[in-house]
């Protein structure tokens, strides 16, 4: 028989995002972990910037133990409700593409060069018949 555990929306868990009322979420699973905050070798913080959304990546990046997965089982207390998640809109994907505008001198240099370089060649080769 199925265990039933408590379902929490990611509205309800990002709720949950200071050094006294810590909650994250990794690969689907709620943790509670503001009781643990001081006592993380990567400091609060690190576990601050994650909160109000999957951090699956950045823990598996971090490159935890077994010790620490196991010792992360023990500040479980639901799963995230898949029917609440929500889509992030389109517009807040151009919010971090860069536009051509933006980019820096270096990414406009070296084309450039190359353009510069061969229309010289060009124009010495043509010369030269």
Same mark, same amino acid.
């Given at each position: =028989? #199925?265990?039933?555990?408590?379902? +929490?929306? =990611?509205?309800?868990?990002?709720?949950?995002?200071?050094?006294?009322?810590?909650?994250?979420?990794? *690969?689907?699973?709620?943790? *509670?972990?503001?009781?643990? @905050?001081? %006592?993380?070798?990567?400091?609060?913080?690190?576990?601050?910037?994650?909160?109000?959304?999957?951090?699956?990546? %950045?823990? !598996? *990046?971090?490159?935890?133990?077994?010790?620490?997965? %196991? @010792?992360?089982?023990?500040?479980?207390?639901?799963? @995230?409700? #898949?029917?609440?998640?929500?889509?992030? !809109?389109?517009?807040?994907?151009?919010?971090?593409?860069?536009?051509?505008? %933006?980019?820096?001198?270096? +990414?406009?240099?070296?084309?450039?060069?190359?353009?510069?370089?061969? =229309?010289?060649?060009?124009?010495? +080769?043509?010369?030269?018949?």
């Amino acid at each position: =028989m #199925p265990t039933l555990t408590k379902l +929490y929306s =990611m509205k309800e868990v990002s709720e949950h995002n200071s050094k006294r009322d810590c909650w994250v979420v990794i *690969d689907g699973k709620v943790y *509670d972990v503001s009781t643990y @905050l001081n %006592e993380h070798p990567g400091g609060d913080d690190v576990v601050l910037e994650v909160t109000g959304k999957d951090s699956i990546e %950045e823990f !598996e *990046d971090a490159g935890h133990s077994e010790e620490a997965r %196991e @010792l992360l089982e023990t500040f479980f207390i639901g799963e @995230l409700d #898949p029917s609440a998640t929500t889509i992030p !809109e389109a517009s807040s994907r151009e919010d971090t593409v860069a536009k051509p505008k %933006e980019w820096p001198l270096q +990414y406009w240099a070296i084309p450039v060069a190359v353009v510069g370089i061969s =229309m010289v060649v060009g124009f010495l +080769y043509l010369r030269k018949r």
